[in-house]
């Protein structure tokens, strides 16, 4: 099972900039969905962004298409999220996720579908508070 550890949630104004890390251990293939889920208060967590340990494609809600970047160091087993123009509507808990499997389109599949149920490793979650 993978080991996944987030880090550099906080406090951060409305438009301002944060950046997450996901640090994994236990990695055991070449081909692992990478994804970013958040949940707010009273809502259902939901995917935000993915990334293929593979070949780094990568992938995004709505919610965080043009303000959010993925990337990864696979040197480093870790993968960030970069936040900018950060809105009140982004506060939540942001979890690291990760889910093994044997091929590229069983990633593309996870990654563009995002389906919490499916992804068996999971960080604690960091916290992302946005506000004046």
């Known amino acids: 099972q993978v080991q996944l550890v987030e880090s550099g949630g906080g406090l951060v104004q409305p438009g301002g900039s944060l950046r997450l890390s996901c640090t994994g251990s236990?990695?055991?293939?070449?081909?692992?969905?990478i994804a970013w889920f958040r949940q707010a208060p009273g809502k259902e967590r939901e995917g935000v962004s993915c990334?293929?340990?593979?070949?780094?494609?990568?992938y995004y809600a709505d919610s965080a298409m043009g303000r959010f970047t993925i990337s990864r160091d696979n040197a480093k087993n870790t993968v960030y999220l970069q936040m900018n123009s950060l809105e009140p509507g982004d506060t939540a808990v942001y979890y690291c996720?990760?889910?093994?499997?044997?091929?590229?389109?069983?990633?593309?599949?996870?990654?563009?579908?995002?389906?919490?149920?499916?992804?068996?490793?999971w960080g604690q979650g960091t916290q992302v508070t946005v506000s004046s």
């Open positions: 990334i293929s340990s593979s070949d780094g494609s990568t």
């Open positions: 236990g990695f055991t293939s070449d081909y692992y969905a």
């Open positions: 996720a990760a889910e093994r499997t044997i091929e590229r389109k069983a990633v593309h599949r996870l990654c563009t579908l995002l389906p919490r149920a499916d992804f068996a490793s």
